[in-house]
């Protein structure tokens, strides 16, 4: 995550450098291209040299939207799937409701806590699942039909997938479209 930040700022700087310094920032985008390059081979590696990463990362592919860099933050930071109850992987993630209550004061929901790098990575998997899982798409047009707010809608679908994932874990099953 680091370096394609690095990626990006510099990327930006490009754009209004003035054309003296363009060689060097040419150098310095080619050369952490390269390392984002060796790192991702390095994860590939890694998930591949133990039997079981490699049938954990068979079984979050499997699902429409868990990409190669989801599937690794998830096998990284959230080793408990499989292990734990929907709630607690929920707040594991940092998808758990927490109100904000005083008194008769009823205020919104929100999440926080949990692990900010595997809810980054559930984030992007959930944007990936509105274009290719149809499950995941029809729960959040379900949601925006009763009214909720399309963040809302989003951050439950983003709630759902680490459920579904974990009960795939524990089950040791792949994929499997729940009927409409």
């Given at each position: ?8 700022a ?51 592919r ?5 990409g ?8 990284a ?47 992007m ?5 509105q ?20 963040k809302v ?13 974990n ?14």
């Open positions: 995550a680091q370096l394609i930040e690095m990626l990006t510099e990327q930006n700087r490009r754009k209004r450098a003035h054309k003296s310094a363009l060689p060097s920032i040419d150098e310095f985008i080619r050369f952490i291209s390269q390392r984002i390059k060796d790192a991702d081979r390095d994860i590939d590696a890694f998930l591949h040299a133990n039997d079981l990463w490699r049938k954990t990362e068979a079984v979050l499997s699902v429409p939207g868990i190669k860099g989801a599937a690794a933050v998830l096998i930071f959230l080793p408990e799937l499989g292990t734990l109850n929907a709630r607690e992987i929920a707040s594991l993630a940092g998808l758990a409701p927490f109100n904000s209550d005083s008194g008769a004061h009823c205020g919104q929901r929100h999440v926080s806590g949990g692990r900010p790098i595997v809810r980054r990575a559930l984030y998997a959930c944007v990936a699942a274009r290719s899982n149809a499950h995941i798409k029809a729960f959040c047009d379900r949601l925006r039909a009763r009214g909720k707010k399309t809608a989003f951050v439950a679908a983003m709630r759902k997938m680490p459920t579904q994932l009960a795939m874990m524990r089950d040791g099953t792949t994929w499997n479209p729940p009927k409409p």
